[in-house]
């Protein structure tokens, strides 16, 4: 029994980091965050409890195509990622000459600090000097000068190709991993089969590769989800809110207009969506293991 109860002691004070860790950083802060909520807290020195006002607001007000615009770009954005990052792993794990100089040179948007590679984006967008609108005209695409960032679906869109352009990295990288695991003597003895290329990735690589793509797309998911920096340099939200996104939203409540409390209730509905996300990928990813502990 003593040892048993000195195990048990031990074990705490070896979680006991972890527990302080998860108590102070996250659960304090969301449990004050979602107290805030049901209070009009603000610059004023007083604050008085409202109940559930600040969340009759968000559901009042145009709040609702903040949430469906925040849905379609993250769909769009991960959607992206996730093609365009197969496919480069896939060309990456080709036995290609040069396959290690172009694993190099799917680094730089990832290794470049963030706010500079957005910067470098929109002078690209910029529809007087930009690089993009001039390729355009020299074209002969478009008659005249774009500022893509200033119209509504073409400033939507850019934000998209930007995020796409700093996570596809990541992507790529994670997928390439998850192939390379790949048992190789399955493709040997499909390839003795008389196999094709395309044959082997379909029946091969992408079951094996299906819990990676699970597992990428949802870390994907939650930081496109709260990806604040690309659309605030960019556009701020503008024009006219076609760009704003509930994370532009909230911080401009909260910290813009200084309404603590409405902003803090727009904080919850992100905790509780991305609650929602990840419920879902631990039922999933449950269901695959329970499937393949079956087989």
Do not use: H
Request: proline share 4%; charged share 10%.
């Amino acid at each position: 029994m003593n040892v048993q109860r000195s195990t048990l002691i031990f074990a705490w004070i070896l979680l006991l980091p972890a527990v302080l860790y998860v108590v102070v950083i996250v659960a304090y802060p969301l449990l004050d965050t979602f107290i805030l909520s049901f209070t009009d807290a603000s610059l004023k020195k007083t604050t008085n409890w409202v109940g559930w006002i600040n969340y009759e607001k968000i559901f009042n007000t145009t709040f609702a195509e903040v949430i469906i615009r925040t849905f379609v770009w993250t769909v769009f954005s991960v959607a992206l990622k996730m093609i365009i990052g197969v496919f480069g792993a896939c060309m990456l794990n080709a036995a290609v000459p040069g396959r290690a100089l172009f694993r190099v040179l799917t680094m730089p948007p990832w290794i470049v600090p963030i706010a500079i590679g957005i910067f470098m984006w929109g002078w690209m967008y910029n529809g007087q000097f930009g690089m993009i609108s001039g390729v355009l005209q020299n074209w002969g695409i478009i008659d005249g000068p774009i500022a893509f960032l200033a119209r509504g679906s073409t400033a939507f869109w850019a934000t998209i190709i930007t995020d796409v352009w700093i996570g596809v990295p990541l992507v790529t990288l994670y997928m390439l991993a998850a192939m390379q695991a790949v048992p190789q003597d399955l493709y040997e003895a499909a390839w003795t089969d008389g196999a094709g290329r395309f044959y082997r990735f379909r029946r091969i690589t992408l079951p094996l590769l299906i819990p990676s793509l699970i597992t990428m797309s949802m870390l994907s998911l939650i930081a496109t989800f709260n990806s604040f920096d690309i659309i605030w340099i960019l556009t701020q939200g503008g024009p006219n809110g076609e760009t704003t996104t509930m994370i532009i939203d909230t911080y401009r409540t909260a910290i813009g207009s200084k309404k603590y409390g409405e902003g803090a209730a727009r904080a919850v509905l992100i905790c509780i969506f991305l609650s929602i996300f990840c419920l879902a990928y631990f039922r999933v990813t449950s269901r695959l293991s329970a499937g393949e502990s079956n087989r």
